[in-house]
């Protein structure tokens, strides 16, 4: 029985996604990873085959790319994602602590931790002046610690923040 990301559907629909940029750019494979997560939220399994056969290189090397490239992911992410910038500016004014204290407030609360995921550092957001620096949902958070990351988190679920 074929697993729901080796479906033909699954395939079709990637490869509706990717022949374009094969077709118009040089070198598209890391192109065509972003767009199938941009589509999916991740890369599934049978995508890397698809991509591989579009753009006449091997499976290989579309996975070289993919497992290069920490922000391109194998499965869907959390909800609501947080990630605490870990670069050496924040690091400076108290990120490894903060990071420590999220981590905390997330054991002591399951749903939380459950659409917050496992905390997955960044490097650096270019807000250096207003460190500790914080994503949630996508969205950049100075000067974060807990209350304002627990504040960005239930603005996203009642649906006040993208």
């Known amino acids: 029985m074929a697993r729901e990301q080796d479906s033909p559907e699954l395939g079709a629909a ?11 750019e040089a070198g598209p494979v890391l192109l ?4 199938v997560q941009e589509h999916f939220g991740y890369v599934p399994d049978g995508a890397v085959a698809v991509i591989a056969d579009v753009c006449n290189i091997t499976r290989a090397d579309v996975h070289g790319v993919f497992s290069y490239y920490s922000d391109l992911k194998q499965a869907p992410g959390p909800a609501v994602p947080v990630r605490i910038c870990a670069a050496e500016a924040c690091q400076a004014v108290g990120a490894r602590a903060l990071a420590k204290a999220w981590r905390e407030q997330c054991e002591g609360d399951p749903q939380l931790a459950q659409d917050t995921g496992v905390d997955e550092p960044v490097y650096c957001l270019g807000n250096c002046a207003l460190g500790p620096a914080a994503l949630v949902n996508g969205e950049l958070v100075g000067r974060a610690d807990v209350p304002a990351l627990v504040g960005a988190v239930a603005a996203v679920r009642s649906g006040e923040s993208s």
């Open 32 to 35: 065509c990873l972003q767009k």
């Open 14 to 24: 990637v490869r509706a996604l990717v022949a374009p940029l094969a077709a118009t």
